[in-house]
Antibody, heavy 123, light 108 residues
Framework: QVQLVQSGAEVKKPGASVKVSCKAS????????IYWVRQATGQGLEWMGW????????RHAQKFQGRLTMARNTSISTAYMEMTSLRSEDTATFYC????????????????WGQGTTVLVSS | SYELTQPPSVSVSPGQTASIPCSGD??????ACWYQQKPGQSPLLVIY???TRPSGIPERFSGSNSGNTATLTISGTQALDEADYYC???????????FGGGTKLTVL
């Protein structure tokens, strides 16, 4: 079946970086964009960015510009999200999700989600 | 950037109809999607393209979108429908998606 499996929970100190992986299976990895969504504890969903695994093109939400890097390894159908200069406010669960490329994501939504990766930023 | 606004909470009695609104400037000119999220779980797409249910989503879930408001309607609400619900649309100014703040649906 179609699924996205994310890497495990992380604990990081302020100022450190975290890299989360998202392995896709059950579909052709390069035919859907991979989205990254952040959810702080008890808070709502926040779009961070997306990456097209076929072209490598990316788009970031303005607030994450400069701190967020998205990459992929098509040979193992895995997407990566790296966030740098972590601060306590970044403590959250990070989700990857797949969506049809481009503006079609607005029409068809994010139809498959990973299980989430919790990142705790604490000194 | 584009903004979507949802009420923080909605309450409904079992068996009744729940309506969750999502407002945004000329939202009816865009497509709206809806997600259900239960505690400790990942979001689940329940409506896309304003009013289309993905495979496996019960028929009691429906959607509409007109003017400045999209609405998720749950008919014959059940206790298991208690969850947070988020609307989502495309934000052409950012080239990404935008989520509403979420609505906690309480079935009591």
């Amino acid at each position: 079946q179609v699924q996205l499996v994310q890497s495990g929970a992380e604990v990081k100190k302020p100022g450190a970086s975290v890299k989360v992986s998202c392995k896709a299976s059950g579909y052709t990895f390069t035919t859907y964009d991979i989205y990254w969504v952040r959810q702080a504890t008890g808070q709502g969903l926040e779009w961070m960015g997306w990456m097209n695994p076929n072209s490598g093109d990316t788009r970031h939400a303005q607030k994450f510009q400069g701190r967020l890097t998205m990459a992929r390894n098509t040979s193992i159908s895995t997407a990566y999200m790296e966030m740098t200069s972590l601060r306590s406010e970044d403590t959250a669960t990070f989700y990857c999700a797949r969506a049809r490329p481009g503006a079609a994501a607005g029409r068809f939504g994010l139809d498959v989600w990973g299980q989430g990766t919790t990142v705790l930023v604490s000194s | 950037s584009y903004e979507l606004t949802q009420p923080p909470s909605v309450s409904v009695s079992p068996g009744q109809t729940a309506s969750i609104p999502c407002s945004g400037d000329k939202l009816g000119d865009k497509f709206a999607c809806w997600y259900q999220q239960k505690p400790g779980q990942s979001p689940l797409l329940v409506i896309y393209q304003d009013n289309t249910r993905p495979s496996g989503i019960p028929e009691r879930f429906s959607g509409s979108n007109s003017g400045n408001t999209a609405t998720l309607t749950i008919s014959g609400t059940q206790a298991l429908d208690e969850a947070d619900y988020y609307c989502q649309a495309w934000d052409s100014s950012t080239g990404g998606v935008v989520f509403g703040g979420g609505t906690k649906l309480t079935v009591l």
